[in-house]
Each structure stands twice: as structure tokens, then as C-alpha cells.
């Protein structure tokens, strides 16, 4: 296969991708001979391209791409860095742009191809408008997912292949193609700036949030209008709009609960979606490689000592660790390990994007950047209250000044949101500096910022089939 030709898989949607699902509406036998307009002739091939969308966003989820910021970040260590080790490269930063698979191509190749889906659904969704007026709930609602879904692919990947959005004063600096439509054979898409990104990611978001209306919560395996609203208050944290961060983070936060005690690791261990999950992803039949990852059993990756130490043996999140059998100065995370009985086949793990606790500690750093201490304490207190099993008024934090204060939400994001996606992005964006323990088994114990390491390669393979595509300094 010519690089040309392998390059077209990455942005052009086979129609196969749609049908990636258990659901048996999508095992039909015309796959491959079955035009697209054909398939999305009707209500229900919308519908099902849906939910062959969100299976191909699992994909990704559940692989490289939720890896990548705990073994790039400062807070897990990889039990096995051998040369052929899963993400022992990203650990190392010493990815290599001719790796197509792993995490340099796999992790641009399964998003695009995600993104793809949902620009299909984008485009035969207003004819379907015309054609069933009478379903317009259903077709607005699809299309709101839809432009969710997108923005988010257009997110993760910008966090992946570019820079941070403050990088450079006017987010000038080169982000990842954003695709509104499918591009065809001989469409040769160039990097967009990181500005230019996001300004697609709002727009999206927004357009979604409109739509979605009055809409109630379906359940967090959908997007819905508060998945939207609590993505939009991640992003633009992103981009330090603290306060549009903070209103939609208040909007989420209004309108949700935490998850307090039992329910709180039932979250992660009891097979339920939880109480405080806005959004995740349902693992059933799919794949069970970050169950293996993570596996308390035999893991690859494992809580570094700087993980471990922040915690009091009191905090309900400690709970989420098992001690090695064979070394019980280590641990093991268990929030990929099921606590409950589950019939062969029924094994599942449901990568979490987004939940209520993120939106306190997203209010809590805006805050602190708008110079109000006394809200941002006040978030955080929440977060160490339930995590203590302790009133707000009993929480103590020891600070003097913002600096103090900031390392202090630092810490509590490290606690909460370990192995869900977050460290090594809110390492960049806070414009720290990588520091790692000196127990890391990692060639890289530090690296300053800024850096060219903290981004991966683009792919070789797309750059020599897309002469539009510039590669990213000194890693490619």
C-alpha cells in the first residue's frame, strides 16, 4: 500500500467505521456496497452512525490517547521500560515520527477517524431536517452530540500535537487541521493555528449547547447540554478565559451532585456510572487494555512516589490504591479494577471524561487567577471536605499568598484526577516545569518549560502523504 493510499485512512471515513458497535442494527450485510447518502437516507442510519461514532471515540479513549498524560506527566511510573514496552517512548520522550503504531499514529489516526464519523452525521443531518420535520427533537439532539463529539476530537488533539493554547501570547503558534467536513481523495488539509482550533471548539460547543435546550440528562454514557457545559469550562480554562470558565463551571456545579463515600468509589469499582459522572464512555464488549494497564494484579503503570505521598491514609481517595503483595512500599491504582460481581463477558471499563469534582477545582484555579482567594479556598475546601469526610468550616489550608494557594489546587488536581487524563496537559498549560522523583524509573526526571518534548511527533507517514503538514520542531 502506498503511503498516499494509507494516508487516505486516516482522513477519509470508510464506511466500515460506521458499524463498530454491538448494537446488531449496524451488523448488516452491506458494508462496503452501501453508499453513504443510502446509509443516512433515514432516521435510524443517523441514529446508528451515532452510536458507531461514540464506539470509535471509545477506541481512542481506552487506549494511547487516555495513557498518554499520566506516563508523559510527573505522577506514574511504567513497572516494565524495556525497549518494546507499552508507551515507554511517551514515558521517555523519545517517541519517534515513524511509529504508526502507538501512540504518535494511533492516537492522530483513531481521533481522526472519530472526527470523521461525526462530520458525517454533520453533513446528512439538515437533509434528514427537511425529509422527517416530524422527528426534529431527535435529528437536533443527534446533531448536538455530534458537534460535542467533534469539538472534543479537535481538543484532544490539539492538547497532543501542539503546544498550549498560552504558549504564545495570541495562540499564533501551529495547531492541529480542523476538519468541518470530510476532506476528499485530493484534499490536502494544512495546521490551523491553536487560536483557530479553539475559536472551532467553542463554536461547536456552543452551537451544541443551544440545541441540546431544555433537554434533561439522558444518562453519562451521551453527551448532553451539561457535558457541554462542563467541556466548555475546561476549555477555556485551557485558554485562561477564567471567566467564562468560571460561569460554566457554576452552571454544572448548580445543577449536580457529588458522589460522597460509597458512592464515590462505586464510581470507579461497582460497574455504575456514578452519581457525579457528566460523561464517559461505555466499555461493554470492547476493549479491556486499560483494565491491564492499570491492573492491580499485574500493572504496567503504577503511582509514582510523588502520587503516593500527597495522600493521607484518611482520604477516601487512598481507598482507589492496592499495596503490592510482593513490595508494600508500592501501589497499584484500582479505579480500572471491578469490586463486584460480573458474569464472563461483562467486564467492562468506562474511561471517564468528565465529572462534577473537576468543575470545583476548574472554578477554584479560575478564581485564583481573578486574584479571589477567598472563592477559590472555598471551592477547594469542598473537594478536601468530601474527600475527608469532614465539614467545609473543618477544612484548614495553610497558605499565605496566591503561589501557595495555586500549588495547593496543583496537589488536589494530582489527588482527584489521577489516571483520568489530566496531569502531563495541566503540567504544560500551567507552564510548569516537568519534575519527576528521583525513584522514577524514567531516563527523564526533568525537563523545563517551555519544550519542544511536550508534544508528540506528527506521524511521518502523514506528513510524506500530506505535504501541507508541518512537522512539529525539533521532535519530527
Keep these: 500500500m502506498t503511503t498516499k493510499r494509507y494516508i487516505r485512512l486516516f ?143 479537535h481538543f484532544d488533539l490539539c492538547r497532543v500535537y501542539s503546544q498550549p493554547y498560552n504558549y504564545t501570547s495570541d495562540a499564533s503558534h ?71 470558565a468560571i ?32 460523561l464517559r464512555l461505555n466499555g461493554t464488549l470492547k476493549s479491556v487494555s486499560l483494565g491491564k494497564f492499570y491492573s492491580p494484579l499485574d500493572p504496567i503503570a503504577m503511582p509514582a512516589d510523588t502520587l503516593i505521598t500527597l495522600f493521607d491514609t484518611s482520604d477516601i481517595r487512598f481507598q482507589l490504591f492496592e499495596q503490592d503483595k510482593n513490595n508494600p512500599s508500592k501501589y497499584a491504582t484500582s479505579k480500572y479494577s471491578i469490586k463486584v460481581d460480573y458474569s464472563i463477558g461483562n467486564e467492562r471499563y468506562d474511561p471517564i471524561i468528565l465529572r462534577v469534582s473537576e468543575m470545583y477545582l476548574n472554578r477554584a484555579e479560575a478564581y485564583l487567577n481573578k486574584n479571589d482567594l477567598t472563592n477559590s479556598a472555598s471551592d477547594l475546601k469542598v473537594i478536601i471536605a468530601r474527600a ?26 494530582a489527588k482527584e484526577l489521577c489516571f483520568e487524563g489530566h496531569n502531563f496537559f495541566d503540567i504544560v498549560r500551567q507552564k510548569d516545569d516537568l519534575v519527576r522523583g528521583n525513584s522514577t524509573n524514567s531516563i527523564v526526571k526533568y525537563l523545563p518549560y517551555p519544550n519542544d518534548e511536550f508534544v508528540l511527533p506528527i506521524s511521518k507517514y502523514e506528513i510524506d502523504a500530506n505535504l501541507n503538514i508541518i512537522g512539529n520542531p525539533s521532535v519530527n
Excluded at 499520566?70 to 515513524?98: C, H, K, W
Excluded at 449536580?256 to 457525579?276: F, P, R
Aim: aromatic content about 12%.
Design 174 to 244: 501551529l495547531g492541529i487541521p480542523v476538519l468541518t467536513r470530510t476532506p476528499g481523495p485530493d484534499d490536502n488539509p494544512s495546521r490551523n493555528t491553536v487560536k483557530e482550533v479553539y475559536d472551532q471548539i467553542i463554536k461547536d460547543l456552543l452551537e451544541a449547547e443551544e440545541l441540546f435546550g431544555n433537554t434533561p440528562m439522558r444518562d453519562a454514557y451521551h453527551a448532553s447540554k451539561k457535558s457541554t457545559q462542563a467541556l466548555l469550562s475546561r476549555v477555556y480554562l485551557y485558554t485562561e478565559n477564567w471567566d467564562k
Design 11 to 153: 482522513f477519509a471515513v470508510l464506511l466500515i467505521n460506521l458499524f463498530t458497535s454491538c448494537d446488531k442494527f449496524l451488523e448488516v450485510e452491506t458494508v462496503g456496497r452501501t453508499t453513504m447518502p443510502n446509509f443516512f437516507s433515514n432516521v435510524d442510519g443517523l441514529k446508528a452512525g451515532l452510536t458507531g461514532t461514540y464506539s470509535q471515540m471509545y477506541n481512542y479513549y481506552s487506549s494511547e490517547f487516555y495513557k498518554y498524560p499520566e506516563v508523559a506527566g510527573n505522577m506514574v511510573d511504567l513497572r516494565i521500560i524495556s525497549e518494546n514496552a507499552e508507551m515507554v517512548d511517551q514515558f521517555n520522550f523519545t517517541s519517534d515520527p515513524e511509529q504508526e503504531v502507538g501512540a504518535v499514529g494511533g492516537i492522530w489516526k483513531k481521533i481522526y477517524r472519530t472526527l470523521a464519523n461525526a462530520n458525517n452525521l454533520l453533513e446528512y443531518q439538515p437533509a434528514l431536517l427537511i425529509s422527517y420535520p416530524q422527528e426534529k427533537a431527535t435529528l437536533d439532539n443527534i446533531r448536538a452530540q455530534a458537534l460535542f463529539i467533534r469539538a472534543l476530537c
Design 388 to 413: 475527608m469526610n469532614i465539614n467545609e468550616t473543618d477544612v484548614l489550608l495553610n497558605y499565605s499568598n496566591k503561589e501557595d494557594l495555586f500549588d495547593l489546587i496543583k496537589k488536589e488536581r
Design 247 to 278: 460561569e460554566y463551571a457554576t452552571k454544572v456545579i448548580d445543577n449536580s451532585d457529588l458522589a460522597y463515600g460509597d458512592d464515590y468509589l462505586a464510581m470507579y469499582n461497582n460497574l455504575t456510572e456514578g452519581k457525579e459522572s457528566i
